[in-house]
């Protein structure tokens, strides 16, 4: 059973181009979580999405930012106009249900904007 | 979620037990302790989570005081490659599922 897969593991934008971040949960998981992680800081929470819903988007930038989990295909956070500060590890975990289970990692995606 | 206080930094000798404190002293009753550690840059890895019982894994074991205020994470044999930053973090049994990192403790493992 594979683990969350996020792709890519690296990602370079030029400032005011769009990132697109992909995670892909575990097997039959349908709870997806995006943190982000700057750099010598912890993680922060972003957005947590069951299937095609957004549950919580409490820790999203208002604007640029936007997440989706279609019912086929991996999550999609998407970042337009990127800036030198959207530079940081991006991470995604997947869990079962959305009650008191241990959520699961992805190797994160780190994205350098220059 | 309550908030939780760790000490910023600990060593551990290799092969001893690594024992690392966590107070969340505001903790209600609807509300476990997760344990998750970062090695390196690395997504964060799931290690253990209770409620009021001690609990024990293959990875560590988890005891949490009679009155819920605080916790010890126990690595009962620490290794180099336990090197990392641990997470304490409590969390509602139901409603959002977000987890919420503090600054944790840096664990190094001396040789």
């Known amino acids: 059973n594979a683990g969350v897969m996020q792709n890519p593991r690296h990602l370079v934008r030029r400032r005011g181009q769009e990132a697109r971040l992909r995670c892909s949960p575990m097997k039959g998981h349908s709870h997806v979580y995006w943190y982000r992680q700057l750099p010598e800081e912890g993680l922060k929470f972003m957005v947590y999405l069951q299937k095609e819903n957004i549950i919580d988007e409490s820790g999203m930038p208002k604007e640029r930012f936007s997440a989706e989990f279609p019912k086929e295909g991996p999550s999609i956070l998407r970042i337009q106009q990127v800036v030198r500060g959207d530079s940081a590890a991006y991470f995604c975990?997947?869990?079962?249900?959305?009650?008191?289970?241990?959520?699961?990692f992805g190797q994160g995606t780190r994205l350098t904007v220059v | 979620d309550a908030k939780t206080t760790q000490p910023t930094s600990m060593d551990c000798a290799e092969g001893r037990a690594a024992n690392l404190p966590c107070n969340h002293s505001?903790?209600?009753?609807?509300?476990?302790v997760y344990w998750y550690r970062q090695i390196h840059s690395q997504g964060p890895q799931y290690i253990i989570h209770g409620l009021k019982n001690n609990e024990t894994n293959e990875m560590a074991s988890l005891i949490i005081t009679e009155d819920r205020k605080s916790s010890t994470l126990i690595l009962p044999h620490a290794t180099l490659r336990d090197t990392a930053v641990y997470y304490c973090i409590v969390r509602v049994i139901q409603g959002a599922q977000k987890l919420v990192f503090g600054q944790g403790t840096r664990l190094t493992i001396n040789p």
């Open positions: 505001t903790i209600s009753g609807n509300e476990y």
């Open positions: 975990a997947s869990s079962v249900t959305g009650t008191n289970t241990e959520a699961f």
